[in-house]
């Protein structure tokens, strides 16, 4: 059973918003929780990530300054808030999350993951 389920993907034009969900179950309270995008013919690369208690927070330069993310423990759902969208960011995006908020933002890997959501941006 996938522990992590996406939400909130579609189709959207260059210079619009999408906002992304992701239920996580309340026993990852004390995980990082993270975004990771992987288009077609390409290599997954993390797109953000929170830790848990400090709510610290990575970006990739390519989606610094436009996207958001964010994690509401109370109500076991991370975030990710997308704005000015490009067709390069069309991908499918997976939430996932990792004990360890260093690993994740260094080595990009995370022990849980969820299925993904498909966002794409039309020129």
């Known amino acids: 059973q996938v522990p992590l389920v996406e939400s909130g993907g579609g189709l959207v034009q260059a210079g619009g918003s999408l906002k992304l969900s992701c239920a996580v179950p309340?026993?990852?309270?004390?995980?990082?929780l993270g975004w990771f995008r992987q288009a077609l013919g390409k290599e997954r690369e993390s797109v953000g990530a929170?830790?848990?208690?400090?709510?610290?927070?990575y970006y990739a330069d390519s989606v610094k300054g436009r996207f958001t993310i964010s994690r509401d423990d109370a109500r076991s759902t991370l975030y990710l808030q997308m704005n000015s969208l490009e067709p390069e960011d069309t991908a499918v995006y997976y939430c996932?999350?990792?004990?360890?908020?260093?690993?994740?933002?260094?080595?990009?890997?995370?022990?849980?993951w969820g299925r993904g959501t498909q966002v794409t941006v039309s020129s």
């Open positions: 996932a999350a990792d004990i360890s908020y260093l690993r994740m933002t260094t080595r990009n890997l995370a022990d849980y």
């Open positions: 929170v830790s848990a208690g400090d709510g610290r927070t």
């Open positions: 309340g026993r990852f309270s004390d995980y990082a």
